[in-house]
Nanobody
Framework: QVHLVESGGGLVHAGASLTLSCAASGYEINSYALGWFRQAPGREREFVAITSFSGARSLYADSAKGRFTISRDNGKSTVYLQMLSVKPEDTGVYYC??????????????WGQGTQVTVSS
């Protein structure tokens, strides 16, 4: 069983920076790839980024490339999403998730409760 808890969301203005955190714990947590998803009101949940088991590799959605950075601190079992130059369209609930595999289209087995990010214009 893996437990994921997101934090760091809030209300920010467009152009600001925000860093989200996800504390991960559980059996063999460092054997899981960890990813970030987001869901805007009335829209489907969408992939944002994923980092590998070691944190050495990462993949991003096109909307996140160049602005967001995913990183992982295996010692603290924490994954981060650094968000730069946020836009109103970045608004949504951000979730972290754990997968037994690394890639753009993989099965995610565990999900956090989400943290709200609201970007005002």
């Amino acid at each position: 069983q893996v437990h994921l808890v997101e934090s760091g969301g809030g209300l920010v203005h467009a152009g600001a920076s925000l860093t989200l955190s996800c504390a991960a714990s559980g059996y063999e947590i460092n054997s899981y790839a960890l990813g970030w998803f987001r869901q805007a009101p009335g829209r489907e949940r969408e992939f944002v980024a994923i980092t590998s088991f070691s944190g050495a590799r990462s993949l991003y959605a096109d909307s996140a490339k160049g602005r967001f950075t995913i990183s992982r601190d295996n010692g603290k079992s924490t994954v981060y999403l650094q968000m730069l130059s946020v836009k109103p369209e970045d608004t949504g609930v951000y979730y972290c998730a754990a997968s037994r595999n690394y890639g753009l289209s993989v099965q995610y087995d565990y999900w956090g409760q989400g943290t709200q990010v609201t970007v005002s214009s």
